[in-house]
């Protein structure tokens, strides 16, 4: 039985509004795209919900227990929802977002497996829990850092089709491109002589990827990447890459390139300039020269 404060969940308003997000949740997390954007927007829901619920749930205790429970509520909310978003993430790159709705059919099998154990067998959960957080601990960063990729990935797609709604609506209609913001390490490399395109994108493949600052010249690319602390900058001429080649899907447009030894995937934000295709013609115009 639950307690009086838990009294106003069993209401009619509220036993409905929940069955109607129960059924959006349901389908917006099996559709390819909206999934990603679905889990964006409940960055902001469902770990404030979870400090909120234990919050409540803590009423009468000491203060000191209930900033704790709280934090530690909010700190396994977000563990868990950074957890499912890189896993949506990584099922949409691996298989072009073809088993995303089997994915989604396995999570609710795992909701429903916790929902039992929490009613039936609350130490055995804990334990789990327990467990959770020590692999969090230990791959924390980079779920932080799947997370603030999945947060760019997801705005810049709902930007990108904002701008193809607007020009659906008015043909004439050009969205303001905004400057990039180079890093200090690369403004000295765009002072010197003026770049044709820069844009900020994700380097390297899924599970190692990061933000990262391309600039395009007529005759070379120049890569900040952030390692540890200090970035680095890359420079490349065109004539030292190779397997120059696009690839594409809904969210992101991929340039793959190989040089010095290294190869290199490239991920421009969709609706962004310059675009995988536009670097490619740079880099094609700049190995035929002479």
Excluded: C
């Excluded at 989604?104 to 789990?128: C, Q, R």
């Excluded at 997801?154 to 890093?183: D, M, S, Y």
């Excluded at 190989?258 to 995937?265: F, K």
């Amino acid at each position: 039985m639950l307690g009086p404060e838990f009294e106003v969940l069993a209401s009619w308003p509220v036993l409905i509004v929940a069955g109607v997000l129960l059924v959006v949740e349901i389908v917006a997390d099996k559709v390819p795209a909206v999934d990603h954007v679905w889990d964006t927007i409940h960055t902001f829901i469902r770990t404030p919900g979870a400090m909120v619920v234990i919050g409540i749930m803590m009423q009468g205790e000491h203060l000191t227990w209930q900033v704790i429970a709280i934090l530690v509520a909010g700190g396994v909310s977000f563990v868990a929802h950074s957890g499912k978003a890189t896993t949506r993430a990584a099922s949409t790159k691996t298989t072009a977002a073809t088993a995303n709705a089997v994915v989604s059919g396995v999570e609710d099998v795992f909701v429903i497996l916790g929902s039992l154990l929490a009613a039936f067998y609350p130490v055995l959960l804990g334990a789990l829990v327990l467990v959770i957080l020590i692999l969090a601990a230990l791959f924390g960063p980079k779920l932080f850092r799947s997370a603030r990729i999945n947060w760019a990935v997801a705005t810049n797609f709902i930007r990108h089709l904002w701008v193809k709604f607007r020009r659906w609506i008015n043909r004439e209609w050009q969205p303001r491109e905004k400057g990039v913001r180079l890093p200090a390490a690369l403004e000295d490399l765009a002072l010197a002589e003026e770049p044709v395109a820069a844009a900020r994108v994700l380097e390297g493949p899924y599970g190692r990827r990061r933000f990262a600052h391309l600039v395009l010249w007529r005759d070379r690319l120049a890569l900040s990447v952030r390692r540890l602390v200090k970035p680095k900058v890359l420079n490349y001429y065109y004539k030292e890459l190779g397997e120059v080649y696009v690839g594409e899907n809904t969210l992101l447009d991929r340039l793959y390139f190989a040089a010095r030894g290294r190869e290199y995937v490239i991920s421009f934000f969709k609706g962004r300039q310059p675009t995988a295709g536009r670097a490619a013609e740079l880099i094609g115009a700049g190995r035929a020269k002479p």
